[in-house]
């Protein structure tokens, strides 16, 4: 019969385990990989500390309300928002009968969904998952390829994009997906829109310029945002001063 | 409302057009008249059969250094300078950026005229072949006009979506963008559509996609999950992983509609192949 080590390495500071045996087999053996649930309970006193030794958090349900509340009020000396920021749990999974729904808004917009190879190939799966960002327009998610990326631009908020030019752009656009979009006003393109009209069968914002650091984006339409993702030879500001352009 | 009809005949060998009907308004109509434009992509694989099937050829730009490059490499056993000499447009249109020189100069020595529209920033180089092609080519019958797209899709998405717009903008005028994996064309809401499909080479994944505005109603036959004067729009239903059920799929919308369907890999050319496949 084979021996099974057990040793609570998760109640001491986190930076020993990987220093020392943490006891689980012994120096032999690789620590533990540690994921941590939180479930509508009073956050115990140590939370921040079994936080830090998980590579995975995620709340059950009403556990994100003791996140999104306890957590602050174990780090009084610091401002609550730059807490609630760090402490963001991965997923949260439930009947959602607990959760407040603004609790759920806070880690809804802080979720920002990456998905690689929803574009290319067969169209009508091409357009099917651009669907499901028009679908989940409360949640960000982005879709990209080696050579764009996209995200829709909800109606409901203003928009500023900040481009970080060494890995993408300056190719952008601007596209009234689904329904014509009466009125959308930008700033830091070469083309700026001014509260201008687009629709399909008229005029749409492709083949745009990123002229500046920051593009601000304004509409009463849901909007697709896309950009174009640099080449290698651009991962780096060093190395773009390097180039000849 | 009339109908109109539509048919791949273009994905068919070139030689089976001339003696059979093509769908397109039935035995008793002439055959389409296709004309070809080549985008700055990858060539499809059978970009040679439908260089074949067209009367007129251009390249939008970059689309030039493309035939140039790889239209040699879809003959791996002949002469590279042959190939070039063969598959030459008749003519380059757009803002000239992506052109590379030798190309131009390559092309022009062979006689291609060269339109050069770098002042013009406000339209695609897809929109300004297509107004080429309706203007300037009196030699195509412009009822039975059918302009094929190759290198429209995949790559930039604003491109892509820069070009699927053309279509809405001609709205008047049949225009279908080809890829390996699909092909792309608009059914105009003024008529009812009859598509006849080529299981030999398309199908069954399909779509019916409202762009550009919510569709109240869309009723079709033909299809797996058929439509019956259903709603249609991005963020809620769009007709997307249908399959195509019969040979004749047909649709009636009250709007625009993308119409797509999957086109087949090598090996499903024929019927008899098929049925020698182990499914």
């Known amino acids: ?21 943490d006891g689980v087999g012994g120096t032999a053996a690789p620590p533990p990989a540690y994921a941590l649930v ?32 306890e957590m602050p009020d174990l780090f009084p000396d610091e401002d609550a928002s730059a807490i609630r920021n760090r402490y963001k749990p991965e997923a949260i999974r439930g009947d959602m009968d607990s959760i407040r729904p603004e609790v759920m808004d806070f880690y809804r917009t802080l979720l920002c969904i990456l998905v690689a190879g929803a574009l ?53 656009g601007l596209i009234p997906i689904g329904m014509p979009s009466k009125s959308t006003t930008t700033t830091g393109l070469k083309w700026d829109l001014a509260d201008t009209e687009m629709k399909f069968g008229g005029l749409i914002s492709t083949s745009n ?9 304004r509409s009463d339409s849901d909007l697709l945002w896309t950009i174009s993702i640099k080449k290698p030879g651009f991962a780096s500001q060093h190395e773009v001063h390097k180039k000849s352009i």
């Open 209 to 217: 310029i990123a002229k500046e650091e920051t593009v601000t984006v």
């Open 38 to 69: 939180l479930l509508n309970q009073r956050l115990p006193r140590f939370a921040p500390l079994l936080w830090q030794h998980a590579q995975v958090r995620m709340c059950a349900d009403g556990g994100a309300n003791r996140v999104y509340d």
């Open 1 to 21: 019969m084979d021996v099974m080590r057990h040793c609570s390495s998760f109640l001491l500071p986190a930076t020993s385990t990987a220093a020392d045996s």
């Open 120 to 172: 290319g190939g067969r169209f009508d799966h091409e357009i099917g998952n651009i669907n499901v960002l028009c679908r989940f327009s409360d949640t960000r998610i982005i879709l990209i390829s080696d050579d764009c990326l996209i995200q829709l631009l909800p109606r409901t908020h203003r928009h500023e994009i900040h481009i970080l030019s060494s890995v993408e752009g300056p190719h952008c």
